[in-house]
């Protein structure tokens, strides 16, 4: 039941980027991969988490400011009976009778009209005596068992293709999940009742997903970033040469000419967007001269250099 702004060191009135900010640097410091041996970690691990998910959820983090919730995300009791109530220090009942924080004094309001307007008239005539038996004679739900968190390292390839995951949990059963739209290093999938049984049903599962970096291939937004080599004869002669990307390889056409740095776009070739769109693929051209080729070496010797390609340094 604790603050989910303690938990992740926030104040009350942070945005949600502070609140993102905050999470991402507990989930880093904790996770389950980097602390192997420390079972606190992977505990506060899923409490930090927790309180993630909580804040980021608009419903439940206005009810939660309210009081309407506790910081697990189970409802409250009316006015904080049961202990530590808003009314009175201590709890909303005083030994000499229904004080409510003075709500129950002389020429106080009227406690029963109030509960009708909470409760819809429930607590008259709700049963013998009437007066309170509707509104507190009701308990609360049992409460559903906890989340559970997991890690899960997905392929870059994967990631930009979208393509699914199998997960085993920790019940030994397995889920293929399908990747969303956007997913990056950090995003977040619940999987509803897969998680700890409890009372009132099983919790979640909490699955933090980590993109892993390619040996070629690196991501710049919704753009994936590749550096093709060629060789001199193609950067002159130009010509079609085979590109790989993250679903088939393709052929790009080299202009003649071409150096080291010019870049060529592929449209639809990078990660999946949210809005339903596609991000594309930047192919930067690097020309490849070989260190021991003994005709490119003549030839060399007989040419004069092509003029200064520095001149517009000034140099």
């Known amino acids: 039941m604790a603050d989910p702004y303690a938990t992740l060191g926030v104040a009350r009135g942070a945005s949600e980027a502070d609140i993102k900010k905050a999470y991402r640097k507990l989930a880093k410091e904790l996770h389950p991969d980097r602390n192997r041996d420390n079972p606190k970690a992977a505990e506060r691990f899923g409490q930090v988490t927790g309180a993630y998910d909580l804040l980021t959820d608009k419903d439940k983090r206005a009810r939660f400011d309210r009081g309407e919730i506790d910081g697990d995300g189970n409802p409250t009791a009316p006015f904080g009976f049961g202990g530590g109530g808003r009314g009175q220090p201590g709890?909303?009942?005083?030994?000499?009778?229904?004080?409510?924080?003075?709500?129950?004094?002389?020429?106080?309001?009227?406690?029963?009209?109030?509960?009708?307007?909470?409760?819809?008239?429930?607590?008259?005539?709700?049963?013998?005596?009437?007066?309170?038996?509707?509104?507190?004679?009701?308990?609360?739900?049992?409460?559903?068992?906890?989340?559970?968190?997991?890690?899960?390292?997905?392929?870059?390839?994967?990631?930009?293709?979208?393509?699914?995951?199998?997960?085993?949990?920790?019940?030994?059963?397995?889920?293929?999940?399908?990747?969303?739209?956007?997913?990056?290093?950090?995003?977040?999938?619940?999987?509803?009742?897969?998680?700890?049984?409890?009372?009132?049903?099983?919790?979640?599962?909490?699955?933090?997903?980590?993109?892993?970096?390619?040996?070629?291939?690196?991501?710049?937004?919704?753009?994936?970033?590749?550096?093709l080599p060629i060789t001199l004869k193609e950067a002159v002669e130009g010509g079609k040469v085979k590109c790989p990307t993250v679903e088939n390889p393709v052929m790009v056409a080299v202009p003649p000419g071409a150096t080291s740095g010019k870049t060529l776009r592929l449209k639809g070739k990078g990660f999946h967007r949210k809005n339903g769109e596609r991000g594309d693929q930047l192919v930067t051209l690097v020309v490849d001269v070989p260190a021991e080729d003994a005709a490119l070496k003549s030839f060399v010797a007989g040419w004069d250099g092509g003029g200064n390609p520095r001149a517009s340094m000034g140099v």
């Open 91 to 227: 709890g909303g009942f005083r030994s000499d009778g229904f004080d409510m924080g003075g709500m129950g004094g002389a020429g106080g309001p009227d406690v029963n009209d109030i509960f009708e307007g909470l409760f819809g008239g429930r607590n008259r005539g709700a049963g013998a005596g009437g007066g309170f038996a509707g509104g507190f004679g009701r308990r609360q739900p049992p409460p559903k068992g906890g989340n559970v968190a997991y890690a899960l390292r997905v392929p870059f390839v994967d990631a930009a293709t979208r393509a699914p995951q199998r997960v085993t949990l920790a019940s030994g059963s397995t889920i293929d999940l399908k990747l969303p739209a956007g997913v990056e290093t950090g995003t977040q999938m619940r999987l509803a009742g897969k998680g700890d049984e409890g009372p009132g049903g099983a919790g979640d599962a909490i699955v933090t997903i980590e993109v892993q970096p390619h040996r070629f291939f690196t991501r710049d937004g919704d753009d994936v970033r590749l550096n």
